[in-house]
């Protein structure tokens, strides 16, 4: 069975400082990675995804995430925090065993503060 | 192109009555999945509906079942409403290929009284 922990519930950055939020995984099998966004009353907004190939990938408004298997860990950055970037981020990892059934596991989720 | 829509957006029930809640995909999406988001327990996976078929369930008791219809849109169903079934219910939908990520709607945001 596969997991996500992210550390830190909450994360507090000022304005125009980087972002990083903490994300690691566990997994038996090679994992699809995501970053999603949720602002409040919200759906899920993805930002970024690793299935395969390079591990740095890059995302909407200026996210991006490396993939290190070593580490196992993908870890969300941004090099200039926004206000607007204020919310809830969550990491999910799928597995797609045989018969391609979906199923993402998420983790509890980092509320980010950007202060002005 | 439309996104996934959920309707509807909020719902309030008495404790004990039953529910039903329902989701469009994107249009040419055959996978809808259904999560649970609470503030205690996160987000959690309910199940997953493929061509009609439940492919994949979490684990939830039976008072949470689904269907999907031919034209993929879904339908999940709670029983014997409690208390601790308030929380925002997502629905998502994803194509069946396999490196393809999911697209979730608004949610309803379900509250039992």
């Known amino acids: 069975a596969q997991s996500v922990t992210q550390l830190g519930s909450h994360v507090s950055v000022s304005e125009g400082a980087l972002v990083l939020l903490r994300c690691n995984y566990s997994s038996s099998v090679p994992p699809y990675l995501f970053w999603y966004v949720q602002y409040p009353n919200q759906g899920l907004q993805l930002l970024l995804k690793?299935?395969?190939?390079?591990?740095l990938v890059k995302g909407i408004n200026g996210f991006e995430a490396e993939f290190k298997k070593s580490e196992t860990s993908f870890h969300l950055t941004k090099p200039s925090a926004h206000m607007s970037d204020a919310a809830e981020y969550f990491c999910a990892v799928s597995v797609i065993p045989s018969g391609s059934a979906r199923q993402l596991t998420f983790g509890s989720g980092t509320q980010l503060t950007v202060l002005p | 192109k439309a996104g996934v829509t959920q309707t509807p957006r909020y719902l309030i029930k008495t404790r004990g009555q039953q529910v039903t809640l329902s989701c469009s995909p994107i249009s040419g999406h055959r996978s809808v999945s259904w999560y649970q988001q609470t503030p205690g327990q996160g987000l959690q996976f309910l199940f997953e509906y493929f061509s009609e078929t439940q492919r994949n369930k979490g684990n939830f008791p039976g008072r949470f079942s689904g269907r999907q219809f031919s034209n993929s849109r879904s339908e999940m169903n709670v029983s014997t409403l409690e208390l601790g079934d308030s929380a925002l219910y997502l629905c998502?939908?994803?194509?069946?290929?396999?490196?393809?990520?999911?697209?979730f709607g608004q949610g309803t945001r379900l509250t039992v009284v």
């Open positions: 998502a939908s994803s194509s069946n290929a396999v490196n393809t990520e999911a697209f």
């Open positions: 690793y299935t395969t190939g390079a591990t």
